[in-house]
């Protein structure tokens, strides 16, 4: 049961790395000279989200 509340946990990452990189993408396309800034809270966001997947790893495996 825990692997499967860990595979969800994985999707959810997934799917906010992808919409903070199609965020971060999207928004260089249209202004090319703000890609430094943008790179780094994309950095950042990308970052923060592994790590609540990881904090769900963690906690399926104290749950076992």
């Known amino acids: 049961m825990g692997v499967i509340g860990y595979g969800l946990g994985v999707v959810g990452?997934?799917?906010g790395i992808g919409l903070a990189a199609f965020g971060a993408t999207s928004s260089i396309a249209r202004q090319p000279e703000v890609e430094g800034r943008l790179f780094t809270i994309f950095i950042l966001?990308?970052?923060f989200v592994e790590a609540l997947a990881l904090i769900g790893f963690v906690v399926t495996l104290i749950a076992k």
Do not use: L, T, V
């Open 13 to 15: 990452a997934g799917i």
């Open 45 to 47: 966001a990308s970052a």
